[in-house]
């Protein structure tokens, strides 16, 4: 059984719009996989839309990935199986997404520091019909206009956090995010403990009442899976994986997640609807 529960569309910043996900999963035998756009789940309602009555091998499950903030540590929360008509997740996330926009028109602006002139109209089109704007797409712009010849180039000369082309986007509070999920009926998981500068976040989560951890991300070291596998079960958490994939990279063929994760999931998911 293939599992990848962590994928970018169009809808944030990944490359492939929802139904090529869906396909290329379908085409690589996955049964089951989420779409956990940034700050948006309406990739995943298009996906979801697109597979009706075909695809019935593969089980897309609800997902989303949203920027918190934790003692100025940027926390990364990902959430499943969450009612879709919930007004206050909408809203936190309308929120989260809306400010992108600014954000991305002054690092535009702050470029020229570095005596870059980007064109807006070319960041525009990469961000697509949604108008998500993500620091990826001005380096895709970047590389477009000729400054740079890679999106890693890119990051390392000008939109890495202490650049002073970057400019923070809106984040909400950790615990804040954690609670809306619970309301919205949804499943919280720290997404890729492995890249927290600091393990002890993993615990501020848990008392914050995190339901459970991104154990199997494709990128942890073998070390570092042993270790928050042994806090999940410590703690009574489910485990999650998945490639975090964006389309830049080959799609993961021979990745998936451990069984456990979606009986994990749907066990969690099936007591809290029974209650
Ligand atoms: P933003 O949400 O606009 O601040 O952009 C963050 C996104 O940029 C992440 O979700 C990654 O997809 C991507 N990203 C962050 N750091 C790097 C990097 N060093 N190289 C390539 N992509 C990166
Ligand atoms: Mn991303
Ligand atoms: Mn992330
Ligand atoms: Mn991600």
């Known amino acids: 059984m293939k599992i990848d529960l962590h994928l970018h569309t169009t809808f944030s910043d990944g490359k492939l719009s929802p139904e090529e996900m869906i396909r290329n999963a379908y085409e690589n035998h996955y049964s089951f996989i ?21 695809y019935h091998t593969l089980e897309l499950i609800p997902g989303v990935e949203i920027s918190t903030i934790f003692e100025n540590t940027e926390v990364h ?5 969450f009612d879709e008509t919930n007004e206050d997740l909408i809203e936190l996330l309308k929120q989260v997404y809306d400010s992108r926009y600014g954000r991305a028109l002054e690092m535009v602006a702050r470029l ?10 070319s960041v ?31 990051f390392d000369k000008y939109l890495h956090n202490d650049s002073p082309a970057y400019v923070p986007k ?16 949804g499943i919280s998981v720290l997404a890729h403990p492995g890249r927290l500068s600091d393990d002890s976040i993993v615990y501020n989560c848990i008392d914050m009442g995190i339901d459970g951890l991104e154990v199997y991300y494709v990128s942890h070291i073998t070390g570092q899976t042993r270790l928050y596998e042994q806090i999940a079960l410590e703690n ?11 389309g830049n990279e080959f ?25």
């Open 34 to 54: 989420s779409i956990t756009d940034h700050d948006t789940f309406a990739g995943y309602l298009e996906a979801k839309e697109f597979m009706k009555d075909k």
């Open 77 to 81: 929360i990902l959430a499943y199986y």
């Open 112 to 121: 020229k520091t570095f005596g870059i002139e980007l064109d807006w109209a």
């Open 124 to 154: 525009l089109s990469y961000a697509g019909k949604n108008k998500y704007i993500g620091r990826p797409h001005i380096a895709r712009a970047l590389i477009t206009n000729g400054s740079i010849k890679t999106i890693r180039e890119a």
């Open 170 to 185: 809106l984040k909400v509070d950790t615990e804040y995010a954690i609670n809306v999920i619970k309301k919205a009926g």
């Open 236 to 246: 009574n958490l489910v485990r999650t994986g998945g490639t975090d994939f964006h």
């Open 251 to 275: 799609f993961y063929v021979n990745y998936s997640a451990p069984d456990i994760c979606i009986k994990d999931l749907k066990a969690l998911n099936e007591k809290r609807k029974n209650k």
